[in-house]
């Protein structure tokens, strides 16, 4: 595989935001949210900060899964736009300092797309072996299905054959036959067309899910899952140099670091760390930072050209999977203690505000952590104004309801009647008259604005990126304080209270005698490190700092 220069790794300090077209903005008032009114809210993405949009699934489809079931890799659905808009999105982006990477489904289509449907004919199709067929339904369980209150199976019978087809979500989601050569070279064409209208990379849609076997008939020995995934990346780079390959691998360290590739990274670039994530809300719900430091110490150190993306909600279900039980519960306790808020017995789906009850000073300080650590952030949608949920929308989607821009009707969304938008807007404490972009971004003491000083601070400090996390031994149990080091020399300290006591945090480091601590919240007031490179500094309730390292011979930080 060709090295990728340093200078090509563009997503080593980037600010990700993932949107929903659908959700977004509403420009011709039918009600739903198209790639016109995404455009026109370039500038507003631009102002806040972020440098990469990523989109979710804009294709056609048969909207069983909003967009997931995907009907024409190589198209728009109607209702967005056409590819004329998309491509004077992608422009436009570009123009504003955004790249754009979009959702990319290898996993499986929509049981409409006429590869499906011709396979489902016949076994002799030329179509039938793009999917994974059993003449006898293999062995599987409820434990193995993705959404139990639908599925009892991963396998579904197809009457005219009397086989039975794989498909690891819901049934009308039949899986795709990546060992497939044909399959191979559809997904080398889907991803070249994008390249080619201007795209940056792609957001990789459940990637332990493109390569298990799940009792699937033939010789696993013959495909090589992972080595796929490096002829993947090597395709993408040929095509575009700097495009980024972003998995969803929920699994654990061991297995993302697989899913990394060899030594030289040649798999995914950057991953999410759902480990990290769901050890912060499990110190987040007992007030107690050590879950979370003990993920951290088990992060697997990665290649040049690898990361991680650290982020706090995404527009699934808060998955808890990999915690314990009693973990799992404790979460559920503090968070979302009705079952109407829990998913799956594993999850939640509602967004931070509600979870915390509004309070500001803990979602600062989770966010705060989220853009400190090692790694790369991602925002969801409305994050940046604290949207919250609607639990009057079925399963994973009451947290993807249109964003509120104003106080007016439909939240500003749309000039449609309520009944036409994708789905109902939250009332109450988190309705847009209460929450809204408009209101926020004319006052500097709002959340919005919180969240956009907070970009502009981390991409000031781009070694974050580029940095390997340390945990500091702390008294307080409350307390996370960790280091972030570049090998430059460049380190950054970053301390956030988990607990509702105010505490006094003490720093020491190594080779930093005499050295200063710049608090880069606080007007650059500066505290001196003892000759032992130690120094005491006050914490408030849920509090936070970020504190770069000066040297005697550094020039001062202005």
């Known amino acids: 595989m060709r090295k990728i220069e340093t200078g090509d790794l563009w997503w080593k300090n980037a600010v990700f935001y993932c949107a929903d077209i659908e959700t977004f903005y509403d420009w011709n008032g039918d009600g739903c949210g198209d790639m016109r009114g995404m455009t026109e ?33 190589f198209g728009v659905d109607s209702r967005l736009g056409n590819l004329g808009d998309f491509v004077e999105l992608v422009r436009t982006a570009r123009s504003n300092g955004i790249r754009v990477i979009v959702d990319f489904v290898m996993n ?31 062995k599987s369980s409820v434990k193995d299905v993705v959404f139990p209150d639908q599925e009892d199976s991963l396998w579904e019978r197809e009457p005219k054959t009397n086989e039975w087809y794989l498909h690891h979500f819901y049934k009308h989601q039949p899986d795709l036959n990546i060992a497939n050569p044909a399959v191979q070279e559809e997904i080398a064409r889907t991803l070249g ?28 020995g013959v495909f090589d899952p992972y080595q796929y995934l490096g002829d993947v990346r090597n395709f993408v780079t040929r095509r575009v140099g700097d495009a980024v390959l972003l998995g969803e691998v929920n699994v654990g360290y061991k297995g993302q670091k697989a899913f990394f590739g060899g030594p030289d990274g040649d798999g995914l670039n950057m991953q999410f760390d759902f480990i990290g ?38 527009h699934d279900e808060l998955t808890l999977d990999k915690l314990t039980d009693d973990e799992r519960q404790d979460i559920f306790d503090a968070f979302g203690p009705e079952p109407d808020m829990q998913l799956y017995g594993r999850g939640l789906r509602r967004r931070l505000p509600s979870m915390l ?46 964003i509120q821009w104003t106080n007016e009707a439909n939240g500003g969304f749309s000039t449609a009647a309520k009944r036409r938008l994708p789905r109902p807007l939250p009332d109450g404490l988190y309705g847009p008259d209460r929450v809204n972009v408009a209101d926020q971004r004319h006052n500097h003491d709002s959340f919005w604005w919180f969240i956009r000083d907070l970009i502009y601070t981390y991409r000031q400090q781009p070694e974050i990126g580029w940095s390997t996390p340390e945990v500091l031994k702390q008294p307080n149990n409350a307390v996370l304080a960790h280091v972030c ?74």
């Open 357 to 402: 009850g509004g309070d500001e000073r803990r979602m600062r300080m989770v966010y705060s952590l989220a853009f400190s650590l090692p790694g790369t952030p991602v925002l969801l949608y409305g994050e940046e104004i604290g949207l919250a949920e609607n639990l009057d929308v079925p399963g994973r989607f009451a947290v993807r309801t249109p």
């Open 108 to 138: 499986h289509t929509s049981d409409a797309h006429p590869w499906f449907k011709s396979a489902r004919r016949s076994k002799d199709d030329s179509y039938r072996d793009y999917y994974v067929w059993s003449a006898t339904k293999p």
């Open 193 to 220: 067309f994008w390249l080619e209208l201007g795209v940056s990379g792609f957001r990789v849609d459940a990637v332990p899910f493109l390569f298990a076997r799940d009792g699937a008939p033939g010789d696993p």
């Open 277 to 314: 994530m769901q050890n912060m809300y499990l110190s987040l719900a007992r007030g107690d930072a050590r879950p979370l430091a003990k993920a951290l110490r088990q992060r697997p150190p990665l290649d040049t050209t690898s990361q991680w993306a650290n982020f706090v909600r995404n």
């Open 485 to 558: 080091r570049e090998k430059s020399g460049w380190a950054m300290v970053a301390m956030h209270n988990f607990g509702a006591d105010s505490c006094v945090v003490p720093i020491h480091l190594e080779d930093a005698s005499r050295c200063t601590l710049i608090d880069l919240f606080d007007g650059l007031t500066e505290h001196a490190l003892d000759a032992n490179g130690t120094v005491e500094l006050d914490l408030p309730p849920f509090g936070y700092r970020w504190l770069r390292l000066q040297r005697p011979s550094d020039h001062p930080i202005i």
């Open 41 to 73: 809210r370039i500038q507003y993405l631009s102002d806040l900060g972020v440098t990469c949009l990523w989109l979710m699934p804009f294709y056609p489809t048969a909207r069983k899964d909003d967009g997931y079931d995907i009907v024409d890799f």
